[in-house]
């Protein structure tokens, strides 16, 4: 029984670093800034939040980290409003639902920025390089990792979350693949 609460309180630890390890952040406009291929400006003359509805609705991804026991799922829930887009992160094992984030798309300072507050911690802001009707790409170079967050509509019901950034062993990229439900 001892060695079971003490797996289990490993288990949680890791989760929980895991969590801060992925969304762990710092922040420099300047630095995005200079690494975008088209002006903002122009993406905000082009796009709007109202480009994202189809993020609209609740996402489950049983795929990233199924090999862990108990198996681990992810989840994120968006609702549209007319000025922004507000989301939550939850982590699934078991049955046990966690909030691990929360998310927000909207227009700060005349750009369209994702902004993650994970576990209730500083908020980390992404800003827009890219949309399009069924992919957007969100960027911030100077946070450890992710630096880049994609979403990729593939399907009518299913879509892509793909993180990605350098580490000091080399780039790393978790692709979530995410498919609609109800919740």
Known sequence: MKSIDKEQMINKILYILLVFFVLSCSHNSEANKEHLDVEIDQLDEIYSIDNLRWLEGAWLDSTAFSFRTPKVSFMEKWKYYPDSISGKGFSIKGNDTTI??????????GEIKYIARPGGEAMIPFSLIFMSDSEVVFENLVNDFPQKIRYVKTSKDSLQVII????PEGERTVTFKMRSVSF
């Open 164 to 167: 990605s950034g350098l580490r």
């Open 100 to 109: 691990t984030s929360a998310l927000c798309i909207r227009e700060v300072n």
